[in-house]
């Protein structure tokens, strides 16, 4: 049983976990937070948004930094 077969919801499932770090971890020093991700080798869309620095750049405005 495949949970994440559509690219679609693998991109959902980033989104609403860099959501929930921002929420939460919102540090008062302007520091970055720092948010390691993983993902499959199978996973075509994350890698390229990975390659293309998309998250990065998406993330960047609520002070994020993808490792």
């Not at 993902?39 to 890698?47: E, G, P, R």
């Amino acid at each position: 049983m495949k949970i994440f077969t559509c690219p679609a919801a693998c991109l959902a499932l980033a989104v609403t976990a860099v959501s929930a770090v921002s929420a939460s971890a919102q540090t008062p020093s302007g520091d970055p937070v720092k948010l390691r991700t993983g993902f499959q080798k199978s996973s075509t869309l994350i890698a390229i948004l990975n390659a293309r620095g998309t998250l990065e750049r998406a993330v960047a405005p609520l002070n994020v930094r993808l490792e």
